[in-house]
């Protein structure tokens, strides 16, 4: 009797084993058989796997003497401003109607100061990396542009004028010595146009 009852577990017990170990849907090898419904593209616990991500330069420049890069320029006071431009800009009292009209195709500039000469693209260029992308030196109209405006009676005066939206700063060009301290070569203001042409008023 407890000979053929032995048997009996046994064989059950075998059977249980290898409908899980063959493939089956026992928990135990849940891993194997992702229930996602892109198992190609599943972790362990069945979430999605993030893609890794794009390939990026990482700067490990090291100064000989121990001291920060040469960042070449540094800026500062650096305001968000409306950039004008000189020749279509007009100005009057208060009450009187002020009206600009530029052609498609009109290209003004900013305005940079300096203690002494230098190329400015460089300056520009920087200005880009550090403040924004979209800064520039010049800017042109694409469409033509008009407009015109009352200066109000609660203004003793005022002015209509095509510009960009762009940044005042001052800058500083310069390097570190052997003893890291920034030694200033040039400096000066700059006022430069960033954004599309528009038509502004004070």
Known sequence: MNATLTRACTAAVLTAFLAVGGGGA??????????????DNADQDGNPIPQAPADADVDATVHPDGCPPDPG???SKVKSTFVGDKTKTVSGQSGILLSVSVAQGHTW?????????FSEGI????????????????KTTTVTLGGAWKVPANQADGWLALGSKGYSFNWERGSYNGGCKWIVSNHGTAKLPALSPYIAHS
């Open 73 to 75: 320029f540094s800026f």
């Open 109 to 117: 500039t900013g305005t940079i100061s300096y203690a002494a000469k």
């Open 26 to 39: 026992g928990t135990a090898f849940a891993v194997d058989t992702p229930t996602t419904a892109n198992p």
């Open 123 to 138: 300056l520009i260029a920087s200005a880009e990396e550090t403040i924004s992308g979209s800064i520039s030196y010049a």
